[in-house]
């Protein structure tokens, strides 16, 4: 079955970066796009971006640009997410999902808790 | 642009139907048939529940069911069970090819 497990928690201090694994299983990981949500306590989800994962080609939410870094590794079907300058809104887990079709996302992975302190 | 907008709260009893509704705007719920809902148990991540408005993946139980009018999206779950108890979410595409969710509606069984 098709299986998405990612890295575990992470505790940053303002201004650092870090940087999220997810590895995908049970599928041609070619096949679909893997997109990046975060859910920072008590709110909804919010959609970071996605990356296709045999081109490499991204398409980034616009308020992130410029901060956030995804990649893929094919040999080892693993997706990345890197978020730099972090601040304490950026507190949230974050979770990557499988795009089956365009806004369709199908399967997720556990998320991974990102706390941002000082 | 913000997320979408839903109701904070709904509540119905076991065997009763509800009705969330999801409002965006004819950038991205009125323009696209892509709508999709969520629902997220605690602690949990979000599983899907429908994709393109009304269509359900496979497992999915047909109590649960989509439409949109205009701007307007809405799941409604019918025979309600203990086990639907859980925040609901939709999303959509829109036209600046970005994913809105929305704020999340909290469903009590009571």
């Known amino acids: 079955q098709v299986q998405l497990k990612q890295s575990g928690p992470e505790v940053k201090k303002p201004g650092a970066s870090v940087r999220v694994s997810c590895k995908a299983s049970?599928?041609?990981?070619?096949?679909?796009?893997i997109s990046w949500v975060r859910q920072a306590p008590g709110q909804g989800p919010e959609w970071m971006g996605r990356?296709?994962?045999?081109?490499?080609?991204?398409t980034l939410r616009h308020k992130l640009q410029g901060r956030v870094i995804m990649t893929t590794t094919t040999s080892t079907t693993t997706a990345y997410m890197e978020l730099r300058s972090l601040t304490v809104d950026d507190t949230a887990i974050y979770y990557c999902?499988?795009?089956?079709?365009?806004?369709?996302?199908?399967?997720w992975g556990q998320g991974t808790l990102v706390t941002v302190s000082a | 642009q913000s997320a979408l907008t839903q109701p904070a709260s709904v509540s119905g009893s076991p065997g009763q139907s509800i009705t969330i509704a999801c409002t965006g705007t004819?950038?991205?719920?009125?323009?696209?048939?892509?709508v999709s809902w969520y629902q997220q148990h605690p602690a949990k991540a979000p599983k899907l529940m429908l994709y393109?408005?009304?269509s359900r993946p496979s497992g999915v139980s047909i109590r649960f069911s989509g439409s949109k009018s205009g701007n307007t999206a809405s799941l409604t779950i019918s025979a309600l069970q203990i086990e639907d108890e859980a925040d609901y979410y939709c999303?959509?595409?829109?036209?600046?090819?970005?994913?809105?969710f929305g704020g999340g509606t909290k469903l009590s069984v009571l």
């Open positions: 999902a499988r795009e089956s079709t365009l806004n369709c996302f199908d399967a």
């Open positions: 049970g599928y041609t990981f070619g096949t679909n796009d």
């Open positions: 990356i296709s994962p045999n081109s490499g080609a991204t």
């Open positions: 004819s950038s991205d719920i009125g323009r696209y048939n892509l």
């Open positions: 393109d408005v009304s």
């Open positions: 999303s959509s595409y829109s036209t600046v090819n970005t994913i809105f």
